[in-house]
Structures are given as structure tokens and as C-alpha cells.
């Protein structure tokens, strides 16, 4: 029995070092700013400002796992909460929607509360999120879809 407990305790070691190792030591990522995920880059979108601004916090509100906990149009700022799948830790997400030269740009930083880290789960969820926001943003028929209801948000304003 403990030449069993030896080795699951060995297999156990050597998986946790393999994806210790395998990610940055970050928990804490921003598109465009981070050095560890340079692919990270904000989303540029022709369009009008507010109805860019309400797709985006559509797609927040519907990504597994998270909770809304500000939308302003105003500032242009969508913040949620989101918990891992597994150990139920609490990351914090903000979006950011502004108006730029060269279109509406959507950046996002998501910051892990815990641990120095997050085995790219950070970075997992900015790929995700932007992912189904680029595809939102296309599915969308953009003239006229300001609308908060239309979108099935409320601003917290």
C-alpha cells in the first residue's frame, strides 16, 4: 500500500510541476500589455459607440460563470466577477469600450484575487470573451441595436 501511495503521490508531483511550469508566473493579464501574452490584443470594431458598448456587456453577462457587478455606459466600463469552474476562486473582470481614430476599441484586463498564478486561466478567459464578442459583434445588425432592452442589459447608472 505505500509503494501506492508513493507513487500516486509522484504522479501527482510531476503533473503539478509540468503546468506550474508550463504558464507564466502571472495573475494579473490586460490585452496589450502583457508581456506573457503578447497575442492578447484589443478588439477594434466599426460602429456606433453605444451599440459596440451594449453587445459587449450582452456577452459578458452571458459568459459561464460570471456575475455583472457594474455596466456604465457613461464611462464606458463593464466589471464582473468571475469563478473558476473548479475551485470556485473569484477572479475580477473589467472591460473597458472606447472610442478611438480608428474605430471602437474593447480591452479587457482580468486579475486573479489569489495565488501568484493563475496557471493561464486569465488568459484563457480574455481568448474566450473576445472570441464570442468578435462573433456577437458579426451576428449582429448593428443599426439601431443601442437599445439597453434590445440587448437585455440594464446600465447601473
Given at each position: ?7 500516486a503521490f509522484t ?5 503539478f510541476l509540468?503546468?506550474r ?5 502571472v495573475?494579473d ?8 501574452y503578447?497575442e492578447?490584443?484589443?478588439v477594434?470594431?466599426k460602429?456606433?459607440y453605444?451599440?459596440?458598448?451594449w453587445?459587449?456587456a450582452?456577452?459578458?453577462?452571458a ?9 456604465q ?5 463593464i466589471?464582473a466577477?468571475?469563478?473558476t ?10 472591460i473597458r469600450?472606447?472610442?478611438t481614430?480608428?474605430?471602437i476599441?474593447?480591452?479587457m ?5 489569489v495565488?501568484?498564478s493563475d496557471f ?11 472570441a ?7 451576428a449582429?445588425d448593428?443599426?439601431?441595436a443601442?437599445s ?5 442589459v440594464?446600465?447601473?447608472?
Amino acid at each position: 500500500m505505500k509503494k501506492k501511495t508513493a507513487i500516486a503521490f509522484t504522479v501527482v508531483l510531476v503533473a503539478f510541476l509540468a503546468l506550474r511550469f508550463s504558464f507564466p508566473v502571472v495573475n494579473d493579464v490586460e490585452t496589450g500589455k502583457s508581456e506573457a501574452y503578447p497575442e492578447l490584443k484589443p478588439v477594434l470594431w466599426k460602429g456606433s459607440y453605444s451599440a459596440v458598448f451594449w453587445v459587449s456587456a450582452r456577452t459578458a453577462k452571458a459568459m459561464p460563470l460570471w456575475t455583472l457587478t457594474n455596466v456604465q455606459l457613461s464611462d464606458g466600463v463593464i466589471q464582473a466577477e468571475a469563478r473558476t469552474p473548479t475551485m470556485g476562486f473569484v477572479d475580477d473582470v473589467w472591460i473597458r469600450v472606447e472610442q478611438t481614430s480608428q474605430g471602437i476599441k474593447v480591452s479587457m484586463r482580468s486579475k486573479s484575487r489569489v495565488g501568484k498564478s493563475d496557471f493561464g486561466a486569465n488568459a484563457r478567459r480574455i481568448q474566450e470573451y473576445l472570441a464570442r464578442l468578435q462573433r456577437s459583434l458579426k451576428a449582429q445588425d448593428l443599426v439601431g441595436a443601442s437599445s439597453r432592452q434590445r440587448v437585455g442589459v440594464a446600465d447601473t447608472e
